[in-house]
């Protein structure tokens, strides 16, 4: 079946930088997609990577191996604000998307 | 800028009862995407339509009907709706399909209870 993993909930502090894993089992592969999405709000697109290696975006930063089925996303200089859930979604073969169940990330002072 | 807007926001049915949602977008986008997001689960396509005038099923259609008649806006009909059927939806749209890596615009989400 196709798979998408990504850790529950994180905790990190304001200024810090953290990393949100995600893994990914899918029937071929087009392309890997983050998203943040806020408590009772839409999903916002973050970033997309299709090619192996790092694209940043200011604080944001997506990483991708396709050999490992590995993605991250790197958040540095964290602000109160970046409190969200981070969605990351994989396009298989078929170009369907496959949606994780989101990483929930909790910004203390 | 209104993006995507859905209506309604909140809304409470019983066993049984129909209801339609709406989805309008003002981005003059030919792709257009219904989904549910439940706890603990990403978020699954319903249906989905690639121009005015089509429709296609997505990974979880059954119980859902849709209709785009036009090119701005999308319906989602519960014909009959289920507990099951108690979920958050979002619709989508994007420019350029999913397939050249259509960035994806959402509204923000229509809270359904079926008691």
């Known amino acids: 079946g196709q798979n998408i993993d990504q850790p529950t909930e994180m905790t990190a502090t304001e200024g810090a930088i953290v990393q949100i894993n995600c893994t990914y089992q899918t029937s071929g592969f087009n392309g890997l997609f983050w998203y943040q999405q806020h408590a009772g709000e839409a999903p916002t697109f973050l970033s997309y990577?299709?090619l192996d290696g790092l694209e940043e975006k200011g604080r944001f930063s997506s990483f991708l191996s396709r050999s490992k089925g590995y993605s991250y996303l790197l958040l540095k200089e964290l602000q109160m604000k970046d409190s969200a859930s981070y969605l990351c979604?994989?396009?298989?073969?078929?170009?369907?998307?496959?949606w994780g169940a989101g990483t929930k990330l909790i910004i203390k002072p | 800028n209104a993006g995507v807007t859905q209506t309604p926001k909140f809304r409470v049915l019983k066993t049984g009862q129909s209801m339609t949602l709406l989805c309008a977008q003002d981005m003059n986008h030919e792709y257009m995407y219904w989904y549910r997001q439940d706890p603990g689960m990403g978020l699954r396509l319903i249906h989905y339509s690639v121009g005015e005038g089509t429709t296609a099923k997505g990974e979880v259609p059954d119980g859902y009907n849709v209709s785009r008649l036009k090119k701005q806006n999308f319906l989602l009909g519960l014909e009959s709706a289920a507990p099951s059927q108690t979920s958050v939806y979002f619709c989508?749209?994007?420019?350029?399909?999913?397939?050249?890596?259509?960035?994806?615009?959402f509204g923000e989400g229509s809270r359904l209870t079926v008691l």
């Open positions: 979604a994989c396009m298989d073969s078929n170009y369907q998307l496959i």
């Open positions: 989508a749209s994007s420019y350029t399909p999913i397939d050249s890596a259509g960035e994806l615009f």
């Open positions: 990577n299709v």
